[in-house]
């Protein structure tokens, strides 16, 4: 069945997807603190609630946007990354000041540019926050990954930081298409095909050839697992685990988790592209120690 093509369908799985990279990313920063190393090794759950970061609080901004203006407009999305940046989600010191600089009136064109000498931020701040966009455009992932590729600029403008957008909202829109859940194989044969020649790209072909690979660990140790922060550290990892649980919330977390690295991030992008998919939800008890996302992404003005 073709997916909902109307605003509301698109709204509803946006905020399904929404919530799925809500629960990855705050159940993924607990495992930061050093008392629940060992849970994470049992695969045991920490005391809630689990309060999200800096990967669901932008998020949450590019759900406002497109149901305000149904498609991402630069303007609106950097004006509400800005207006709603709280210094203590954890976001990285150039992003940090670049929103406070936005929010004093500063023109986030030249700000995003002119970040790192001029090469503009290859963090992986532009996908850890996307995966909503690509369940949106669950109907045309082409479009998925067009507009991926524009709402990345207002913070990050060098090309492994838009390419990594680009290519977590193609996975979710792939995930999120008719048919249920794609193989493996067809997620991220589906991604590479969408996105530009990068170092993203080229990490997920390696992650393509390792799809068989039994062990997490190896493959992180390969691909890299966002202990750099950088688009491609982080992107072709998320994706290969994601790619393998499709339809799994629960595996695809563990999986994801377990290998360390930028947790919060990695499994904001793999919660967020698996819960895309209708066969993806994260369990109910996870979503209910979730903090809940807040009210003003669906506040339409
Ligand atoms: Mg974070």
Redesign the pocket.
């Known amino acids: 069945m073709t997916p909902d093509s109307s605003p509301d369908g698109r709204l509803e799985r946006a905020l399904a997807c929404l919530r799925g990279l809500a629960v990855g990313?705050a159940l993924g920063?607990q495992f930061f603190v050093p008392v629940n190393y060992p849970l994470l090794k049992r695969r045991e759950l920490p005391p809630g609630p689990w309060q999200w970061?800096?990967?669901t609080e932008m998020a949450c901004s590019v759900v406002a946007v497109l149901a305000a203006h149904r498609r991402i407009d630069q303007d609106a999305l950097a004006h509400s990354f800005a207006h709603h940046h709280d210094f203590d989600r954890?976001y990285g010191p150039a992003v940090n000041r670049l929103l406070r600089l936005v929010r004093e009136g500063g023109d986030w064109r030249e700000l995003a540019a002119a970040l790192f000498d001029g090469r503009g931020s290859w963090g992986n701040g532009a996908a850890?926050r996307i995966a909503p966009l690509g369940a949106w455009y669950a109907d045309d992932p082409e479009q998925a990954t067009h507009q991926a590729e524009i709402s990345a600029y207002p913070t990050h403008q060098h090309r492994e930081a838009v390419v990594g957008a680009m290519a977590v909202s193609a996975a979710a829109a792939l995930a999120a298409g008719p048919g249920g859940p794609p193989s493996p194989e067809a997620l991220l044969d589906g991604v590479i095909a969408l996105v530009p020649k990068s170092a993203v790209g080229a990490g997920l072909r390696r992650a393509r050839d390792m799809l068989d690979y039994g062990d997490a660990s190896t493959v992180a140790a390969v691909l890299g697992c966002g202990r750099r922060t950088t688009a491609h550290d982080t992107v072709p990892f998320a994706l290969w685990s994601a790619a393998r649980s499709l339809g799994d919330y629960e595996q695809a977390f563990w999986t994801t988790a377990q290998v360390g690295g930028d947790v919060?991030?990695t499994c904001a992008i793999v919660g967020g592209v698996i819960a895309a998919g209708k066969a993806g939800t994260p369990p109910a008890s996870w979503v209910e120690q979730t903090e809940a996302v807040p009210g003003w992404v669906t506040a339409v003005p």
């Open positions: 990313d920063s970061t800096d990967d954890g850890m919060d991030t």
